[in-house]
């Protein structure tokens, strides 16, 4: 089993910490006058979904647990269930949409992930970086906002919601950085 100090913290990383592995949803690190800096970290607990927030001491060490990930393919969605092949054994899994969690918004059919297993069980998804999604719903463009940074909300194909610049328009191809939701740029065809 690895083991990692805060100042290798980052956003996703699993750690176990009191008994759980908990996600680092994000962190701060913080130096006081005269004292030893710290690192708050707000962490998700893998199993029960609950969220909070904790303190340590800048170098403190935890274990990360050694976590099975796998390439698979999104193939599609019912009701509450996401249904997944493994790329290698073409096997089918079926996730929660509560497991999911906010990385459904940017899961399109076909799609190649890498899925995080840890004993078996589903402890989180990761996708591609950037990923082109095709504008479902936005306000027309207007000739001539080109280089604005003024933005508009735009709906992709997946339902989600990005603010674009301006001279964006239905039928648009856009890049999204799937960490953040943050819109890229426009793809190119």
Not at 5 to 19: A, L
Not at 76 to 99: A, L, V
Not at 152 to 173: C, H, Q, R, S, Y
Request: proline fraction near 3%; hydrophobic fraction near 40%; charged fraction near 30%.
């Amino acid at each position: 089993m690895a083991v990692v100090d805060t100042s290798r913290f980052h956003k996703g990383m699993k750690i176990e910490t009191e008994g759980a592995i908990w996600e680092i949803v994000e962190y701060k690190h913080s130096k006081m006058a005269q004292r030893s800096p710290i690192v708050t970290a707000r962490l998700k607990n893998i199993t029960t979904g609950s969220v909070r927030e904790m303190k340590f001491r800048a170098g403190d060490t935890f274990n990360v647990p050694d976590i099975d990930k796998r390439k698979m393919q999104y193939i599609y969605k019912d009701n509450e269930m996401f249904y997944f092949m493994d790329s290698e054994t073409f096997d089918q899994f079926s996730f929660r949409e509560d497991i999911i969690g906010d990385t459904a918004e940017f899961l399109k059919e076909q799609q190649e992930v890498i899925v995080q297993m840890y004993e078996g069980e589903l402890i989180g998804i990761e996708l591609p970086t950037a990923v082109v999604f095709e504008v479902t719903h936005t306000e027309p463009g207007v000739k001539g906002d080109t280089v604005s940074s003024t933005t508009k909300p735009a709906t992709i194909e997946t339902g989600a919601v990005v603010a674009v610049p301006l001279f964006i328009n239905i039928g648009d191809m856009i890049k999204v950085d799937t960490r953040n939701g943050n819109y890229l740029e426009r793809a190119k065809y």
